[in-house]
């Protein structure tokens, strides 16, 4: 019995989500008495895949074919399962990001395993049982899953996890298995990435602002408190609509869903649909001019006061800070 | 209905509009779902099909779902991104996975000419662009499609189109929620006055710790 684990690479590199799914992996394995192996499919270093014994995988599959190097949603879901019945592994471990949402379920089904998609937490096995919490109801509960089959498949819930290094001695091993030419009839036209800004879903600290900054022409200053925080920016979604922001921005329960490590919520009243995409978050602060504003009852820490004079106060504070 | 569902059901009219092709809808659930199934209906499907028992997990959906299809001739399978309450997001890629065919799950855009399928999805940073000849399933996000309201003549002839229930095919059960909880109280706000905001800099620092 092995434990595996599942971990994404964007341009020859594995990112901080994947290596919260290894550490999340490796204390599953702990607890089950059995060891870690890890699966990467693409091009990847030698190195960087030798990283991935930092956080407790004393083994490393390295699918490094042709035919795979780019992100097919089937054909990889066929090598993860693949992967599985290779190293007998009855627990698979993946980060429940934009592409594992797509392939969790999929080898759940060629396992007949059940998921948990987007787990907040380690499984609870006493009484024999194996259960898991992920949220519900758009982040306002926690919905406790029991799965019942032999094999299980866990989708980890990005910055849910902490990244913990365990120092394992790690081997790499090749593996190519057989992929049938269906597994490829979704073909991939175009991917469209961002180089130069935080990727919202990826960041651990996020600013984001709502109707309170009045259009867009005032959005300077949250970009710039970004900058220096090495954050990336989001919106709500009436500036969303508005098309004050670009829609990738908008955080809610019709956008997207985030949990940064620190959230700050300038002129947004905290609407249970933007709650719903923020909930999980660490830290989350807010500023708004209305005392009576919703998100205070969220907040962590908060002041009231106008937007365009507390916010560049930030600003300055920060560059003292930094500087 | 579920606004993902509304969503994914509008576009799959408009795809079909004009004679171009027809839509059916499939609903796993008991008797109490007919009234919505009617409502898609009257949206404008051309009929509708129960399959007879409660949806109680993603597996066992998508293995109702696929068995279905399986019988009966689709070209294409649209859905919901994800379930208001579980928020699964499950179901499509498990349906693409049982029949075989090609799942993209959260689309925000999809063009069809007749033969080839373009979707778009989302990525950390960015999307997607996919192309599909030939069968395939995606579960809708916003974006896809405006939720179209029936109107009266829908709303009168759903009343005569086809809703067929026919009984489930059994399959084990893999997963089951235990139980709900409600994440504890978060605690009250910190006020930072706004004479002094850089005082907050301060306590995300060394309070906090988040920067």
């Given amino acids: ?323 | 209905m579920n606004p993902y569902d509304e969503i994914a059901l509008s576009k799959a009219i408009e795809l079909c509009e004009g004679g171009k092709g027809t839509v059916t809808v499939l609903n796993v659930g008991e008797s109490a779902t007919e009234p919505t199934i009617r409502k898609a209906l009257a949206i404008g499907a051309d009929d509708a099909v129960r399959i007879n028992a409660a949806p109680r997990d993603a597996y066992f959906t998508a293995f109702q779902i696929a068995e279905y299809v399986k019988n009966n001739d689709f070209d294409m399978i649209l859905c919901g991104r994800e379930s208001i309450d579980y928020n699964g997001a499950q179901v499509a890629a498990m349906v693409g996975e049982f029949l075989d065919i090609p799942s993209v799950s959260i689309i925000k855009k999809l063009d069809y000419d007749g033969t080839t399928a373009t979707l778009e999805r989302e990525i950390e940073g960015g999307k997607e662009v996919v192309s599909i000849t030939g069968k395939f399933i995606a579960s809708c996000a916003e974006g896809v499609a405006e939720a179209k309201i029936p109107n009266m003549r829908g709303i009168m002839s759903a009343r005569t189109k086809a809703l067929v229930a026919i009984e489930p095919v059994a399959i084990e059960e893999v997963a089951k929620v235990v139980k709900f909880d409600t994440p504890a109280p978060r605690g009250t706000v910190k006020l930072v006055p706004s004479e002094d905001a850089k005082k907050l800099i301060d306590l995300l620092h060394a309070e906090a710790k988040v920067i």
Avoid at chain 1, 125 to 152: D, H, I, P, R
Avoid at chain 1, 249 to 278: F, K
């Fill in chain 1, 1 to 323: 019995m092995s434990v595996l684990v599942y971990i994404e690479q964007v341009e020859g590199k594995f990112k901080k989500s994947g290596f919260e799914a290894v550490s999340y992996a490796k204390a599953i394995a702990i607890a089950q008495g059995t060891s870690l192996t890890a699966i990467s499919i693409g091009q990847v270093d030698e190195q960087e895949l030798k990283e991935l014994g930092k956080y407790g995988a004393s083994k490393v599959l390295n699918v490094n074919t042709d035919q795979l190097k780019s992100f097919v949603n089937q054909a990889y879901a066929s090598v993860i399962s693949e992967a599985v019945n290779k190293e007998n592994a009855d627990i698979l471990v993946l980060s429940n990001s934009f592409s594992g949402r797509g392939l969790a379920p999929r080898i759940a089904v060629k396992l007949q395993a059940g998921l948990i998609d987007g787990a907040v937490d380690l499984p609870q096995t006493e009484g024999g049982q194996f259960s898991v919490k992920k949220t519900a109801f758009s982040g306002k509960a926690f919905a406790v899953t029991e799965l019942t089959s032999a094999k299980k498949v866990i989708a980890l819930m990005p910055n849910a996890f902490g990244v913990k290094e365990v120092n394992e001695e790690v081997t790499v091993e090749s593996f190519s298995p057989e992929v049938k030419a269906t597994d490829f009839s979704a073909i991939v036209k175009e991917i469209v990435r961002a180089t130069d800004k935080v990727s919202l879903p990826d960041a651990e600290i996020v600013v984001s602002a709502g109707r309170g900054l009045k259009g867009p022409e005032n959005w300077g200053m949250i970009e710039e408190l970004a900058t220096l925080l090495g954050a990336a920016t989001a919106c709500s979604k009436p500036v969303s609509d508005a098309d004050w922001r670009p829609h990738s921005e908008h955080v809610g329960q019709t956008g997207i869903s985030i949990s940064p490590n620190l959230y700050i919520a300038v002129g947004i009243s905290g609407a249970i649909q933007h709650l719903a995409g923020i909930s999980s978050s660490k830290v989350i602060v807010v500023i708004n001019k209305d005392p009576e504003a919703p998100f205070f009852k969220v907040a962590d820490y908060g002041i009231v006061g106008d937007a365009f004079e507390v916010v560049p106060q930030l600003i300055e504070a920060l560059k003292v800070h930094k500087g």
